[in-house]
């Protein structure tokens, strides 16, 4: 049987291994995490088989369908990069090591009772509208000092940088703006020095432009698609309205 995948995953790293060298950039300085909303278990396996160990689920309910892979491939790290309920955080928190997409008070707030409780940390990302687009979660960017501010007071949150999704079906300009405006809001954060904050991860790039958020300086970059093929639901469900029903 073809394996698709394997030779889906070769061309992405040959693209990475590209796109570093034009921007004079280490590779090793750039992790693929494969994102896996609605990929069935059998393909998730294939990645798996071929080396890879970061994976990202949307949905605190599909990562727990991935608990007999994470039981397998103990090796393999999970990261939660969906939007995330408040009602949720239990689940997230009991199976992943970084979540990218914590984009307001409320939600750190839930996550540091809940990691109270449980006596733990985790590291998070903040996420960004970077594209001012309704449809997008992340906190505005002229808020995002504030906020950074705001979750450093939570002595169970350690935040380990940003993250944003890049506006979508734009030309590479304006992607690009995107994610210039990303680095420029890490570079202003880091100047402040503000305690327990460290600010050396920016997750941003995806099957359609990637390359273009490596050469602006991503250090996770999140694929889906272009590895596990076109999936049967529109972003939409997992991106906009349909998805916030707590705030
Ligand atoms: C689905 C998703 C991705 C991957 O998107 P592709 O276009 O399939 O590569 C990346 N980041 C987030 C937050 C996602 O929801």
């Not at 605190?60 to 408040?86: C, D, N, S």
């Not at 590479?172 to 100047?191: A, M, P, S, V, W």
């Not at 402040?192 to 941003?204: A, G, H, Q």
Request: aromatic share 6%; proline share 2%.
């Amino acid at each position: 049987m073809e394996n698709l995948v394997a030779e889906n995953l070769q061309t992405v790293r040959q693209q990475m291994k590209t796109a570093c060298q034009a921007s004079g950039r280490k590779l090793e300085d750039v992790k693929l995490l494969l994102a896996t909303k609605t990929v069935p278990l059998e393909k998730l396996q294939l990645a798996m088989q071929a080396g890879e160990t970061l994976f990202g689920e949307n949905k605190a309910q599909e990562l727990r369908g991935k608990f007999p892979l994470m039981e397998q491939y103990k090796q393999v790290e999970w990261h939660f990069i969906g939007h995330l309920q408040t009602n949720k955080v239990k689940d997230v928190v009991k199976y992943v090591t970084l979540i990218h997409s914590v984009d307001r008070l409320k939600l750190g707030q839930a996550l540091h009772q809940q990691l109270l409780k449980e006596n733990k940390t985790m590291n998070i990302l903040v996420q960004i509208n970077t594209s001012y687009e309704e449809s997008k979660f992340g906190a505005p960017p002229e808020a995002a000092l504030e906020l950074v501010e705001q979750l450093a007071q939570f002595e169970t949150l350690n935040i380990k940088g940003l993250m944003t999704i890049g506006k979508l079906n734009a030309t590479n300009d304006e992607t690009r703006h995107c994610f210039r405006l990303l680095k420029r809001i890490q570079t202003e954060i880091r100047e402040k020095k503000l305690p327990r904050v460290e600010m050396d991860i920016l997750s941003m790039g995806m099957s359609g432009d990637f390359t273009v958020a490596i050469e602006e300086g991503a250090t996770i970059i999140r694929v889906g698609t272009k590895v596990f093929g076109q999936r049967y639901l529109p972003d939409s469900y997992y991106w906009n309205e349909h998805a916030r029903q707590d705030d």
